[in-house]
């Protein structure tokens, strides 16, 4: 499995730590301007709603042609880019392409989505 929901901080620790990617909505107000909405003040890490990525080298092998991608650094994915990003999904069917498109659909009430590198 590709990705992980874990439902608190500490099913997070005993699963293996925070060697993780997190892929994860964004809560600022629709309108924020970009220098805030990746501002690392801005950013709150270990949400229980988030998905996170321990395998690194497989998702970057079978995501990195549908996300534009630093897994090292603060990415921000606009609502308006989810739909297209849903229909690559299903256009190219990567490892647990599934999971992620339902979150994806989750991420549509809010102001997008975040992938937090590690």
């Not at 988030?50 to 092998?61: A, G």
Request: hydrophobic share 40%; net charge negative.
């Amino acid at each position: 499995m590709l990705f992980h929901v874990f439902g608190s901080q500490e099913e997070r620790r005993i699963f293996g730590g925070s060697a993780f990617v997190e892929i994860q909505f964004c809560e600022l107000p629709v309108g924020t301007k970009e220098k805030k909405l990746v501002a690392l003040t801005s950013i709150s890490h270990w949400k229980n709603d988030s998905l996170y990525v321990e395998e690194l080298d497989t998702f970057s092998q079978e995501y990195s042609h549908i996300l534009n991608c630093d897994i090292y650094g603060i990415n921000y994915y606009a609502p308006s880019l989810i739909d297209s990003i849903i229909a690559r999904l299903h256009a190219n069917k990567p490892a647990d392409y599934e999971q992620f498109a339902a979150w994806l659909n989750e991420a549509k009430r809010h102001n997008g989505f975040y992938i937090l590198g590690i």
